[in-house]
């Protein structure tokens, strides 16, 4: 089974993406050169990863002391897409990009995803020099992202630290200036940063000449002590090695330290690291400390970050989506092949009847529509939002803001719905390899295992979901969930004149109703503790009427579409979750609106 066939639907019949070529940055491209990028992709995919997905996951990084030891299909793999150009595939010309449209972009990335999410295919890199080429210099541009999408250099962002975690408040990483006149240096105002950071995916390794780290890390102030809260945070440049104005380098290692590797239950292909940051092992110039080149202005480092972390969302969602989808391909063929047990006649089971092939048996049907209705549909999220993106970016002054309202609503949807539903494909994909699914003989043990990182990469579900109700839905007035509201009601405006999906039509609008007034009802106390303490079920709710939406806005592209095994089968997944899932909110958006206090309350004693 080919993802192709479903990209080509949601690209061209449902998002009509050739229809960006009249715009003046795509106007070289066309339905070939997209279906060209795609097809590289693919091979690239089909040759240089998803052969090697499991040997990565049993031959983990090793460190020997000096460097990281990766088997050589990673290598070869960073290589391929270094040279495919998909690293600048958005960049201009003039550096040696494609002007590619975001959303063909997200879609030939898919590819690798599914192939195999553990070798890795840039995600970081590319966010990192995106953040460099918006917030940094020109010299920074020049000297760091323009050789990270040459694939010359690789990036990392370095947020967490071991005592802080996901609380960026309390980072203690320190940044002092670097001596006199360090504030003339020509790559940037030049720092001594001190301290630790933690899960920091691709921070060592031998796959490329340099590693160029993000670091946050707080400035501290006359007397010497570190301003509290996130507004002392800025952003560093910290690279492996230090390079000159021309991004040669100077011979010098950095003073960054590899602490150690964790090793995770998934993601086993990809280091995981704690680095150390000037404590000596490297000294540079006769003194501990890392140099880093200051990225905008003090105090101001999470601003620039969350360019790169809001993208980073957007990959994670996409990551856990193309795992998904690769565990339904995997246990639908499966269910096609294996026979096992009989059909329920109104006798009674016939002992003496061949064994049917288990797709015939109305649960597996449900397990594998589950999984289909809930990757198709996070994968037609996933490209909307790269759409948006693509609006934000090209389109006219009104359409780009509605574009950056929607995206600022639906980024959390975007990360933690595929994180915690593909991962429940996953779960499903097992249960239909029955015991088999749990041994390394079959692929969907490891999908499972790579994908339950997803809800805790670049944000747990809680920090989504206090996001979502505590900043997004209520920022500039309301007007994000107002833009998002409409676009609904605009799609259920037109699916409500056909037969077919107007009941689907009717429960979406009770839905976004319901959204509604648990919102209202969450925030009517003006009690921040009260109308946050059930966030996530929100987020589930919130999440599950967008994808309802999706699929309904998915079914009316679909109706217009030939008939076909695809099409039923679209169709069907629209009906399996508005008749199987959107029921669901209504428990979830209960709490939200009573601002029931259960879990907020109890003692901890109690547990």
């Known amino acids: 089974m080919s993802l192709r066939p479903t990209l080509d639907f949601l690209l061209h019949h449902w998002l009509a993406a050739e229809s960006l070529n009249q715009r003046e940055r795509f106007k070289d491209h066309s339905r070939e050169t997209f279906d060209a990028v795609l097809d590289t992709c693919e091979r690239i995919a089909r040759e240089k990863y998803a052969p090697f997905n499991r040997l990565v996951d049993t031959q983990e990084p090793q460190f020997d002391g000096e460097r990281v030891i990766l088997p050589q299909a990673t290598h070869d793999a960073q290589k391929a897409y270094a040279e495919s150009g998909m690293l600048s595939a958005a960049q201009d010309y003039e550096i040696g990009g494609m002007q590619l449209p975001y959303t063909v972009e997200a879609s030939a990335n898919a590819f690798f995803a599914m192939a195999s999410v553990s070798i890795g295919s840039g995600m970081l890199t ?65 720092y001594r940063l001190k301290g630790n950071k933690m899960w920091i995916s691709a921070g060592e390794h031998e796959l490329t000449e340099n590693i160029i780290h993000l670091v946050l890390a707080k400035i501290p102030d006359a007397d010497g002590k570190l301003i509290p809260g996130v507004k002392g945070i800025s952003l560093f440049i910290v690279p492996k090695k230090l390079v000159d104005t021309e991004g040669q380098p100077t011979g010098e290692r950095n003073d960054v330290a590899l602490a150690g590797l964790n090793h995770k239950c998934g993601w086993r ?144 949807i975007a990360k933690s719905w595929p994180s915690e539903w593909c991962l429940e494909a996953n779960s499903l994909a097992i249960q239909i390899h029955g015991g088999y699914g749990y041994t390394r003989d079959f692929p969907v043990e490891q999908y499972w295992r790579d994908n339950r990182l997803n809800m805790i990469h670049e944000g747990t579900h809680g920090i989504q979901g206090m996001d979502l109700l505590g900043r997004k839905v209520l920022m500039e007035n309301g007007k994000g969930l107002q833009l998002l509201a409409g676009r609904i009601n605009a799609t259920i405006q037109r699916a409500i004149q056909v037969p077919e999906l107007a009941a689907h039509a009717n429960a979406l609008g009770q839905a976004l109703a319901q959204v509604g007034a648990a919102t209202k009802a969450a925030w009517a106390t003006g009690n921040p503790g009260h109308a946050l303490a059930n966030a996530v079920p929100y987020l589930q709710a919130f999440g599950h009427t967008v994808l309802a939406w999706i699929w309904l806005d998915v079914a009316l592209a679909s109706r217009d579409a030939s008939e076909s095994s695809a099409r039923t089968g679209r169709l069907a997944a629209a009906r399996f979750f508005f008749h199987y899932e959107l029921p669901k909110i209504g428990a979830w958006l209960q709490v939200v609106r009573e601002r029931d206090l259960t879990c907020a309350e109890l003692p901890e004693a109690a547990f």
Do not use: W
């Open 269 to 412: 292909g990809t280091t995981n690291t704690l680095l150390n940051f000037g404590e000596g092992k490297y000294p540079v110039r006769g003194e501990a400390g890392a140099v880093g080149y200051l990225v905008g202005q003090p105090g101001k480092g999470l601003q620039c970050m969350f360019h790169m972390m809001n993208e980073a969302r957007i990959g994670v969602g996409m990551a856990a989506t193309m795992l998904g989808m690769a565990g339904y391909h995997a246990s639908l063929d499966y269910a096609k092949n294996r026979p096992q047990g009989r059909p329920v006649t109104t006798g009674g089971k016939d002992a003496a009847a061949p064994q049917v092939r288990i797709i015939e048996h109305a649960d597996v049907k449900r397990m594998l529509l589950a999984q289909k209705s809930y990757c198709e549909g996070a994968l037609a999220l996933e490209l909307y939002c790269a759409r948006l993106v693509d609006e934000q970016h090209t389109g006219a002054p009104d359409a780009a803001d509605e574009a950056r309202l929607l995206l600022e609503v639906l980024t959390p």
């Open 126 to 190: 590319t966010g990192n020099a995106n953040l460099l080429m918006k917030h940094g210099t020109e010299a920074q541009k020049r000297v760091f992202a323009l050789n990270e999408f040459s694939g010359r250099f690789s990036g990392t962002m370095c947020l967490s630290e071991p005592q802080a975690g996901s609380s960026l408040s309390d980072v203690v990483t320190r940044a002092v200036p670097d001596g006199e006149g360090f504030e003339a240096d020509p790559l940037g105002p030049r």
